[in-house]
């Protein structure tokens, strides 16, 4: 599945720039929200191929996001994959609760922009 | 004419039987009578005159009177229980039933069972009332005992089902009704996986379990218990479980790794920053760089990488001290594990002017690995030789099989070490005298690395000589020699066992730059 639409939920400003300026400068249709509320509405509002989730961010957790979206057995968003980017220790069972519901779980710290990219071209061949 | 048999009635019964009863008493008396009289007129002890046949008879009516009447007498319970059966059973009855309030009953005793008997016909099947009061208390003993008990207890029965647990247990009813455990085990060391493991192999068998917590992390009212289960194929309460409460121990060092966990994300946002702006301005600056301004550049990112693992190492020791590191044995191969992290570890070793040789055989036989963890020890492993070996010197990896394991190793030709050192260099914050003074470290590289390679199966080995250099080398368990084993604990935790090219990426590691 191609991925051209990106919907990217960060709090961090530094951090949030710079996938943002990444992304878009591969040729990604971006857009960056910081707060989990507007996020949750966002990933509503519009089918994004593809949504980078922040775990701790403020309004609404991006655990909570996740169970919105994809919680109880439904899945409102099939179309969209989703990548969790966190820089939080989770304990093991969240954790695993959560990489059940996505299509990748990346530490922050770990992952450069070129990386995600690669990431990104990975997910879209799968 | 056909023959019609009459099924047979309980209201039958009675009549029949007291009729055979008399007929009974009656013949058997005569016929005593008839022998006694015989035998005395044989034996010549009496002469059959007038007086003797009229004394006979005498005896005959009488005792024939009395028996009948003592016959009748005994078969009054008899009478009564079938006229309440026969009552029950709803067939046509003339005949009153027995009254329980008779006071008669009352006075002989036969109320309870008359009671019963109706009792049961109603399908109260509490009615055993004597018995049942006295196992209800004791009952009622056992269970307030129990739930004063400073453990949870739970049975289970054949079908391991919950069949009592008491107030400590922590367990939910579900909307179905059933009892179930709330205990969150282990992946690869579930209550489940033992029970199955009990019914296959073991008549009685015990196991104890520590650490169980019965919430996850964040969640109220967490507890977390050591467990011990005990297994008696069959028996009524077949699966014994205890569960003592130790969240007083065990919190206070979670909430050290909360703390842990808190720092790690800090530590982690700026390093973030620091490594994914030097990729882009990397990209953006490019060609414009001089040459020693790319090497500058490299050092940065060099030192931002190696930061990013120091904070890995923290994260990493610290899950081990709690028995909370986790390896996700797959299969994978040296040779991918290391592609994951190679331009880093060049990176690390040229810009430090080491000359990093690598040497891993294609056709190696995969591992079960965790390939993050491994990929981190490697890293550790070249950080070192890095660290302890001379400017321009050379550091090989180097890999092969041997039996059972493939064997990584990381070989330096620098400052080695002495025997005295070798001993404590896989214990935590351990540094040499020598090294404290001249290298920087925090001293838990090795420790993690052997704790990484100890949770394969493996082992971490080193040999070194003073001013010749160090060769550590670890080995990691070949796929197919533990590949049964492990698809059998992935029934409980499908991402235990991920082929390298399943759909879904879990990790960095094949990512780390």
Known sequence: MAIKTILCIEDDRFIGEMYVRSLKKAGYDVQWVVDGEDGLVAARNK????ILLDIML???????????????????????KIIVLTNFEQDEESRAVMQRGVDAYLIKAEITPKKLLAVIDKLATL | ????????????YWPRYRRRALVITIFMQIAATIAIGSTLVAAGVLVPTPAFWVTIFAILATTLGVNIL?????????????????????????????????QSFERDGFKPLLQLIYQLAAGDITATQAPAAAIATHATNFTTALDNAAIGFVIMNVQQQVSYANKKAPVHITPQGATVLDLLFEADDTLTAWLKDCEEHAVHAEHTWQRVANKIVGEDDRKIYDVVASYQKGSEAEVVISMF??????????????FLAFAAHELRGPI??????????????????????????????????????????ILNASRYDRRHLKMHLAEDSIANIYSSISDDMQLRASSQNRLLAVHIP?????????????????SNLIDNAVKYSNEGGAVDVTARADGDFVKVAVTDRGIGMPGNVISNLFHKFYRSHRSRETFAGTGIGLYICKAIIESHGGKIEVRSREGEGSAFEFSLPIYATVAAKLQAASGSNEELIRRQEGGWI???AMFRG
């Not at chain 2, 301004?293 to 120091?310: D, F, H, I, K, T």
């Open chain 1, 47 to 50: 089918p994004y191929d593809l």
């Open chain 1, 58 to 80: 403020p309004e609404r957790k991006g655990t909570e996001i996740l169970s919105a979206l994809r919680g109880d057995g439904k899945d409102l968003i099939p179309t969209t």
């Open chain 2, 1 to 12: 004419m056909a023959i019609t048999s009459q099924p047979a009635m309980v209201r039958d």
């Open chain 2, 70 to 102: 003592l016959a009748t007498q005994l078969l009054i319970p008899l009478k009564n229980l079938t006229s309440a059966l026969t009552h029950i059973s709803g067939e046509p009855t003339v005949i009153t039933p027995p009254s329980p309030n008779a």
């Open chain 2, 245 to 258: 409460d130790r969240t007083a121990t065990y919190q206070p060092e979670d909430d050290s790794l909360d």
């Open chain 2, 272 to 313: 973030t920053v620091i490594r994914g702006y030097l990729d882009v301005l990397g990209d953006e600056l490019g060609s414009q760089l001089s040459a020693d301004q790319v090497q500058l550049m490299q050092r940065l990112v060099v030192s931002a990488n190696r930061l990013g693992s120091y904070v890995n190492n």
């Open chain 2, 362 to 378: 294609p056709d190696l036989p995969t591992v079960a690995a965790d390939s993050a963890s491994v990929g981190e020890v490697i």
């Open chain 2, 506 to 508: 879990k990790n960095h």
